[in-house]
């Protein structure tokens, strides 16, 4: 005869996968981050810290973790049916094991302590937000509810007191039978009432937790995935392209590399970012990694999952000019008559300033392309020598030239463009 196969719980699954990620373990609960609309959020609190985990597909994925030791401030709300637990402003709601990841977070943090004082019927459904009809509603949904349920003690006394008489007794027996009918039907009508009324608080909370996840989005910075490779070690490399200036903008979009990998088919261990300036594409602006599992330690050189390394280089950022207009005393115009005239390929030469410079978009006067070469005049010397050779294939004075294929007439385009800017 086969064995039966052992099937797992949700929570028995998670404790297994926690403990390959972490040590020193102490609860593990469910529970979610505030603002986040995840199904299957857990809480696993450490001897290290707290950390939250999505749970999806049989794995663990990281949302976010606070470590003991950096926390300054730690507030607590004890509520009927769960506790908020906000640390530095962050709020995680706990279901279960509140108080005992309470005292484990001040046991292990020099921080400052707030208790919400709450009354004990604060604590009850209907009276924690406060509102009055709320408060109405579930007063009278109680009273009838505890009365009901004391009336069925009633009941079963009366219905003891009978006569000898057979008649009366069973003119009794249906009476009492009707009215535990009617209580019956009454109990199930409250229910329904409470049921409805924990319906709309579920939904007014879901929509707060919606419209904040919408606002915190909506300070992620415009991005473009300018290339992306997953390899068989289960690396996630990510070239992304932003036309942000903020370092907390930019470090919140190497953040948001965990959600772009968690779409990948196969399970992601690292990741390595980098982030380039939209349309300047010569050096990154900001590099990070990320290890999501023990194997990604490795992979990374960082010590704790999941960690992030994030370097923001404000020096490889090309700032536009308050004004685009160039300082040059030639236009790209004069570069293009000056080819023509030495007889050199021009072939089909547009003017493409509006499409490519400005705010937006590169940080250049004037551009020209041709099928051969295309010609940028930049508003100061500076901008066009930090453009380098990396992007572009020659830089003179104000101008810059890349050419689109390999020209056996290169060395000419470059004699010609140095005699015009040296006059």
Same mark, same amino acid.
């Given at each position: 005869?086969?064995?039966?196969?052992?099937?797992?719980?949700?929570?028995?699954?998670?404790?297994?996968?926690?403990?390959?990620?972490?040590?020193?373990?102490?609860?593990?609960?469910?529970?979610?981050?505030?603002?986040?609309?995840? *199904?299957?959020?857990?809480?696993?609190?450490?001897?290290?810290?707290?950390?939250?985990?999505?749970?999806?597909?049989?794995?663990?994925?990281?949302?976010?973790?606070?470590?003991?030791?950096?926390?300054?401030?730690?507030?607590?709300?004890?509520?009927?049916?769960? $506790?908020?637990?906000?640390?530095?402003? *962050?709020?995680?709601?706990?279901?279960?094991?509140?108080?005992?990841?309470?005292?484990?977070?001040?046991?292990?943090?020099?921080?400052?302590?707030?208790?919400?004082?709450?009354?004990?019927?604060?604590?009850?459904?209907?009276?924690?937000?406060?509102?009055?009809?709320?408060?109405?509603?579930?007063?009278?949904?109680?009273?009838?509810?505890?009365?009901?349920?004391?009336?069925?003690?009633?009941?079963?006394?009366?219905?003891?007191?009978?006569?000898?008489?057979?008649?009366?007794?069973?003119?009794?027996?249906?009476?009492?039978?009707?009215?535990?009918?009617?209580?019956?039907?009454?109990?199930?009508?409250?229910?329904?009432v409470i049921a409805e009324e924990r319906e709309k608080e579920?939904?007014?909370?879901?929509?707060?937790?919606?419209?904040?996840?919408?606002?915190?989005?909506?300070?992620?910075?415009?991005?473009?995935?300018?290339?992306?490779?997953?390899?068989?070690?289960?690396?996630?490399?990510?070239?992304?392209?932003?036309?942000?200036?903020?370092?907390?903008?930019?470090?919140?979009?190497?953040?948001?590399?965990?959600?772009?990998?968690?779409?990948?088919?196969?399970?992601?261990?690292?990741?390595?970012?980098?982030?380039?300036?939209?349309?300047?594409?010569?050096?990154?602006?900001?590099?990070?990694?990320?290890?999501?599992?023990?194997?990604?330690?490795?992979?990374?050189?960082?010590?704790?999952?999941?960690?992030?390394?994030?370097e923001f280089m404000l020096e490889n950022i090309v700032e536009?000019?308050?004004?685009?207009?160039?300082?040059?005393?030639?236009t790209a115009d004069n570069v293009v008559e000056a080819f023509?005239?030495?007889?050199?390929?021009?072939?089909?030469?547009?003017?493409?300033?509006?499409?490519?410079?400005?705010?937006?978009?590169?940080?250049?006067?004037?551009?020209? $392309?041709?099928?051969?070469?295309?010609?940028?005049?930049?508003?100061?010397?500076?901008?066009?020598?930090?453009?380098?050779?990396?992007?572009?294939?020659?830089?003179?004075?104000?101008?810059?030239?890349?050419?689109?294929?390999?020209?056996?007439?290169?060395?000419?385009?470059?004699?010609?463009?140095?005699?015009?800017?040296?006059?």
């Amino acid at each position: 005869m086969s064995e039966k196969k052992e099937v797992k719980s949700k929570i028995d699954q998670v404790k297994e996968l926690a403990a390959l990620e972490h040590s020193g373990i102490q609860f593990i609960t469910g529970g979610n981050v505030e603002g986040s609309t995840n *199904q299957n959020e857990f809480a696993i609190a450490t001897n290290e810290g707290l950390f939250f985990y999505h749970y999806k597909n049989e794995k663990l994925i990281p949302l976010i973790h606070t470590l003991w030791k950096d926390v300054n401030e730690i507030k607590v709300d004890y509520l009927a049916m769960r $506790t908020n637990l906000t640390l530095d402003g *962050q709020n995680y709601r706990l279901t279960n094991e509140g108080k005992n990841i309470f005292n484990l977070a001040t046991e292990k943090s020099d921080a400052k302590v707030e208790k919400v004082d709450r009354k004990w019927h604060q604590k009850i459904l209907g009276f924690r937000s406060g509102t009055n009809w709320k408060k109405i509603t579930a007063v009278i949904a109680y009273m009838l509810l505890f009365g009901f349920i004391g009336s069925f003690f009633i009941g079963e006394e009366e219905a003891e007191v009978v006569t000898a008489d057979d008649n009366q007794t069973e003119v009794a027996s249906q009476e009492a039978k009707d009215e535990k009918a009617e209580k019956a039907a009454e109990i199930k009508r409250i229910e329904k009432v409470i049921a409805e009324e924990r319906e709309k608080e579920a939904a007014k909370e879901e929509e707060a937790a919606e419209a904040e996840t919408v606002e915190k989005q909506a300070t992620l910075p415009n991005y473009e995935i300018v290339e992306e490779n997953l390899n068989d070690a289960g690396i996630y490399y990510v070239i992304l392209s932003t036309d942000s200036r903020d370092e907390e903008e930019i470090e919140m979009l190497i953040r948001h590399s965990v959600a772009l990998s968690s779409e990948k088919d196969i399970e992601v261990n690292a990741i390595h970012v980098s982030i380039k300036q939209l349309g300047v594409e010569v050096q990154n602006i900001a590099n990070g990694k990320i290890a999501l599992t023990n194997k990604g330690l490795a992979q990374t050189g960082l010590t704790e999952v999941p960690e992030v390394e994030f370097e923001f280089m404000l020096e490889n950022i090309v700032e536009a000019s308050e004004s685009l207009e160039s300082e040059s005393s030639y236009t790209a115009d004069n570069v293009v008559e000056a080819f023509q005239n030495e007889g050199l390929s021009l072939i089909d030469p547009r003017d493409n300033t509006d499409i490519q410079c400005g705010e937006g978009n590169m940080p250049c006067s004037q551009l020209i $392309t041709t099928e051969d070469v295309s010609i940028f005049l930049w508003p100061t010397e500076e901008e066009a020598a930090s453009i380098g050779t990396e992007y572009h294939d020659y830089t003179a004075g104000f101008f810059t030239l890349r050419f689109n294929e390999p020209l056996s007439s290169e060395e000419e385009y470059k004699r010609v463009i140095d005699e015009l800017v040296s006059n």
